[in-house]
């Protein structure tokens, strides 16, 4: 039974807009966000759907509720991905810290249309075309295999602004100026208007969300076909990602394996969506049901944040213990007549 009546797709809209406008008038004023801000907002952000979740399930039955929770946790998951880009490109831009709550929300406004486009598409692709499953389940593998290696070249996770083809494309036309004016985009400077660098921060940043509604979007679904459940997902996995951002911005470098783990997840569900098709075509090849796949992506979720710390413990205890050798003095057997250093030790 289709979610997405006329009336629940209007609601939902003008509730979405809503919740954007509310984040606009309360980042009008920049100022740093406080760890409690943060995890208020939070929290109120993951109560929103599993609350809509639960009223999904009660009203439409289990398995739909069990997609939208399910395709909610792929979002969601993505999205901490999403916000360690963002990170790298907050810190390559030196936005100060007052103003990035202001970019972030920006990027996710961004996000949200073109998730809305790339949702509209889909579904057209679903209904006309027997093959399109068979799409997805082909740009989900080629992402995964660029996530993968991604997470196998660490030292690579930094971003040169001045070769970002937006920036530079940008700055061909426009003149920058050299410092911030607080959330201002374009100022007037020696009589001539120009853009600020926080202008250049939410170009990037939008950039950066056409890739990512690439994978996103056919990721949820693999695991809905309801156009409605993909928009509510990816919907609900975005308007919390500015106050995620600041929760999660100590802890995004100690998930050193979640590259591993959105591999895994990605190739999963391409799988699955490719199993589907096979489904279609001929009937004796199975389907991965909804419930398994939320087992799986819950497991891979546990065992690489699992990993993630028992790394970075490991990490920090050898720099730990390094640096207590090096600061411990010379023992005599190790020194020569002298008391110098023996070349030879």
């Not at 963002?86 to 406004?109: D, I, N, S, Y």
């Not at 090849?285 to 990993?307: F, Q, R």
Request: net charge negative.
């Amino acid at each position: 039974m289709p979610v997405g009546t006329p009336l629940l797709w209007g609601i939902t809209i003008v509730a979405v807009l809503a919740l954007v406008a509310m984040d606009f008038v309360l980042t009008r004023k920049p100022h740093e966000v406080s760890m409690k801000e943060a995890l208020g907002w939070s929290a109120f952000y993951i109560a929103l759907p599993l609350a809509f979740g639960a009223w999904v399930w009660n009203v439409y039955g289990g398995d739909r509720g069990l997609e939208f929770m399910t395709g909610y946790l792929v979002e969601k998951t993505l999205s901490v991905d999403n916000l360690f880009v963002f990170m790298l490109l907050l810190t390559a831009f030196a936005v100060p810290k007052e103003l990035r709550q202001r970019a972030l929300l920006f990027g996710v406004v961004g996000a949200l249309v073109l998730r809305g486009a790339f949702i509209a598409v889909g579904a057209q692709l679903v209904a006309n075309l027997s093959w399109a499953f068979l799409l997805f389940g082909a740009i989900l593998f080629a992402t995964a295999v660029k996530t993968l290696r991604d997470a196998m070249a660490p030292d690579d996770e930094h971003i040169d602004v001045s070769e970002l083809k937006i920036v530079r494309l940008v700055r061909r036309f426009w003149p920058v100026t050299d410092r911030y004016h607080g959330p201002a985009l374009v100022v007037s400077e020696g009589g001539r208007r120009a853009l600020t660098p926080m202008a250049l921060v939410i170009l990037a940043i939008l950039s950066i969300d056409v890739v990512f509604a690439v994978d996103s979007v056919p990721a949820v679904y693999g695991i809905t076909d309801d156009p409605y459940l993909v928009f509510a997902t990816n919907a609900f996995a975005l308007l919390g990602l500015r106050a995620l951002y600041f929760v999660l911005e100590g802890a995004l470098g100690k998930l050193i394996h979640l590259g591993y783990g959105l591999a895994a997840i990605l190739a999963f569900i391409g799988v699955k969506l490719v199993l589907h098709w096979a489904h279609g075509v001929w009937a004796w090849i199975p389907e991965v049901p909804t419930l398994a796949s939320l087992g799986v992506i819950i497991g891979i979720l546990a065992i690489v944040v699992t990993t993630s710390l028992i790394a970075t413990r490991k990490q920090g205890e050898e720099v730990a213990d390094h640096s207590t050798t090096a600061a411990l003095p010379m023992s005599d057997d190790a020194a020569g007549p002298s008391g110098k250093v023996d070349a030879g030790v």
